[in-house]
Each structure stands twice: as C-alpha cells, then as structure tokens.
C-alpha cells in the first residue's frame, strides 16, 4: 500500500502545465500539500462530480493535459462518469483514484471498495485505453510518464494507506479559485 502524500508528490513532481481537477476533501488536502498551484482546480462540494469536472475541461482544453485526482468515495458516488469517459475518449484525461477503501471524509466507514470492488476493472469495462494498477511507490514514475505523455482516457488505481493525514486546506473561496484557474490555464503554453 502506498503513502498517499509521497505518492502524490512524486506523481506531481515536475508537472509542468498539467491541468489537475482535485475531489472534495482528503485528495484536495494531497495535492495541495504538494504546494499550492494555480493549475489546481480544488472541488469543494459535489461529491460524485470530480471525474465529470476533468471531463468538461479535457473536452473544452483537448491541448492541455488534465489530470483528476479523487478518492475511491468520490468516484463510486459517480460511477457513471467512466462510462461516459469511456464513450467520449478524450485523449487528453487521466483519472488518478486514490483507493484506501473508506470515506475519509465521514469518519472511515468501509467504501465498498473494502468489499471488493474492482475499480480498475470497471474503468477497464468502460473502454479507458490504459488501466493501471499502483501499490508500490516505485511504479509511480510510469504513472507519472502517462500523465503526461500516454493516450487517454487513462485510470490509475492507487492503492494506499488507510490513514488520516493532517489536513493542509488551500483556499476555500469557489469564485477565487475558479478565476484563477480560468486566468492561468488560459496563458499560452
């Protein structure tokens, strides 16, 4: 099982101008513990929405590169944004799901992936053209390399921790973080 914020740090490391939409709650406090940036797009509220989010984006910027980085909670609250991912085959979107198996942000209970639901398998089931499976920190770097150079849609399916890291919040002002978001990732590359 991996350490969700080495795992997320190492995944971001040199990003360049990747585009990253973050799910509400503990991936938002992941990446914005890799630092502040703004190419991040932090969702808020909507549980369910985060996927759909990266896929208006990938569909409107199909020259930029979008990363979504949600939890397993999130994603299974939204399964229905893989098979639409799946039919609209945007080249340009990966979705990285960070699976500990509970709702971090409710108080742990079991998500049904703990059950065993297969994640991966359903992206798989939904036409993603690359699937990937990550539970050891040292496979990060090929997922690194498909978030930015491989053909989407991409799912990588990060098994980690069960934990509860301390919660580095970034701002919560909607209208600030949307404008500039809006503002840096309409900057010429």
Known sequence: MLDRREFVARLLAHRGELLVVTGLGTPTFDVNACGDHPLNFYIWSGMGCTAMVGLGLALARPDRRIAVITGDGDLLMGMGSLATIGVKQPGNL??????????????????????????????????????????????????????HSGQGPIFIHARIKADDPPRVIPSRDGQAIKQRFLEASAKQL
Do not use: P, W
Not at 139 to 147: C, G, H, Q, S, V
């Open 94 to 147: 990966s979705v990285v799901v960070l699976d500990n198996g509970h709702y971090g942000a409710t108080g742990m209970q079991a998500s049904a992936t703990a059950a065993g639901i297969d994640l991966a398998g359903t992206a798989t089931s939904c036409r993603f053209r690359q699937v990937r499976s990550v539970s050891q920190i040292d496979e990060t770097a090929d997922a690194r390399k498909m978030l």
